[in-house]
């Protein structure tokens, strides 16, 4: 008897200590910050060579804490991709730009730091889908600057419109005010062959892009 009444003494334990730990608070916030991009491609074609390029991006973020160590995260950004192609063909010269609205799915993991809460480390990763929203070659054409829609029959670039991809990082919440100041840094690999060409249906296109993020979140609500 005396241990059943030990077990169940420490299970009852082990609730309350979980049952305290739940928080279920609900936090709004934005980001913005610096991407670093490229394109790589698999397939040969000897007139196009890829490096890296800076764009941005911008958005908000909705995060659902259910524990003090764990959290969901819901994003939307306008993200800058896809400028580190460029076709070589004399006399052309292009690179392509193109800008999706972003939408991540990340489970994020806080790191406990003793600090009472005034700096956060956490982790993060989780899915990732983005719906082109604009994409453009820009580049020159006899040394003259040129800037054409990618859907130009001119041109005519066959890719999908809609990218997959998996983001994973990593970062700190400062407290400050109301809410917390966020840094992160990330690294948005994609998953889909965003080439549709059946002209060459051996060619692989994908999106990487490392991305450094500062933010603000606000707690609007819990339960």
């Not at 192609?85 to 292009?94: I, K, L, M, S, T």
Request: glycine share 12%; charged share 15%; proline share 4%.
């Amino acid at each position: 008897m005396n241990k059943i009444g030990t077990a169940v003494t420490a299970l009852l334990l082990t609730i309350a200590v979980a049952d305290s730990a739940l928080t279920q608070q609900v936090s709004l916030g934005a980001r913005g910050g610096f991407n670093g991009t490229k394109v790589t491609w698999d397939g040969g074609i000897e007139e196009v060579s890829t490096n890296w390029e800076s764009n941005f991006h911008l958005g908000g973020l909705a995060r659902l804490d259910l524990h003090d160590l764990f959290a969901v995260q819901l994003e939307a950004l306008y993200t800058r991709k896809g400028s580190g192609a460029v076709w070589r063909a004399d006399p052309a010269e292009a690179e392509v730009a193109v800008t999706y609205l972003e939408i991540p799915l990340l489970a994020v993991l806080k790191v406990p730091t003793g600090s009472g809460g005034r700096l956060t480390p956490h982790l993060f990763a989780g899915p990732t889908v983005a719906f082109e929203l604009d994409c453009h070659l820009n580049g020159s054409w006899f040394g003259s600057p040129i800037e054409v829609d990618c859907d130009d029959p001119d041109v005519d670039v066959q890719r999908k419109t809609t990218d997959i991809g998996l983001l994973f990082g990593g970062g700190l919440a400062i407290a400050a005010g109301p809410g917390a100041i966020l840094l992160d840094a990330m690294y948005d690999l994609g998953l889909r062959n965003l080439n549709d060409s059946s002209d060459d249906p051996n060619l692989t296109i994908k999106n990487n892009t490392f991305m450094v993020s500062a933010g603000y979140s606000i707690v609007v609500g819990g339960w």
